[in-house]
């Protein structure tokens, strides 16, 4: 079995992922989708949590070895990017979506330094504009981006463009397409639904369900 078919089997196991093709759920954006995934939901399971952070420091290591400074995207990125640097023994800090309205305004919170080499730790990647967003905060506050690490991705389009044109490596640990495939295996989905599915992945604002 391969990481990312690992992965994908462990956010099915514990219902962090949601396929509803019949009854497709709302985006904050207005688009329907089949899909809806909570990876907040692994942190309940401790032996699952591990794997997850095991597969997370794995890709690390290996892939970004320069990393000097991991930085977890709030609000669903901070528990995984703490876990990570934890088990890597890294400095650790995190990206509010804007600054605080009170105290220090702080946008990033903790100890960082000019020219540090951040990892960005993200939850999810739909589009990948928020996730950029984090990225142009670190870079204003003289911190180097070396690339971003996710738990999973939607795979679209738009958001490899958006990353090439950011000049921004990004590594998910598991994707759509592994997770779909994964489940018409394990007869979660029918063919004719797996069809349906990777419709909506080409299209996605578009589409209105079955």
């Given amino acids: 079995m391969t990481n990312e078919k690992a992965v994908a089997e462990k956010l099915l196991q514990v219902q962090a992922v949601k396929l509803s093709p019949e009854k497709p759920f709302t985006w904050a954006s207005g688009w329907k989708s089949p899909i809806y995934c909570d990876n907040r939901k692994v942190l309940g399971f401790p032996f699952i949590r591990d794997f997850v952070k095991s597969e997370m420091c794995n890709v690390i290591f290996e892939q970004f070895p320069e990393a000097d400074l991991l930085a977890g995207v709030a609000t669903a990125g901070i528990a995984w990017g703490a876990m990570a640097a934890d088990q890597l023994k890294l400095p650790y800090i995190y990206v509010r979506p804007k600054p605080k309205e009170h105290g220090l305004g702080n946008q990033i919170e903790g100890y960082y330094k000019d020219g540090q080499k951040a990892l960005v730790i993200e939850d999810l990647i739909s589009t990948g504009k928020s996730s950029l967003q984090v990225v142009d905060v670190l870079k204003k506050a003289g911190i180097e981006v070396i690339g971003m690490v996710s738990i999973f991705t939607y795979g679209f389009d ?26 018409l295996e394990k007869g979660i989905v029918s063919k004719e639904t797996e069809s349906l599915l990777m419709d909506w992945r080409k299209d996605p604002a578009n589409w209105q369900g079955v």
């Avoid at 044109?165 to 994964?182: D, F, H, M």
């Fill in 158 to 183: 738009v958001a490899d463009k958006a990353f090439e044109e950011a000049g921004v490596k990004y590594r998910s640990l598991t994707n759509y397409s592994t997770l779909i495939s994964l489940a």
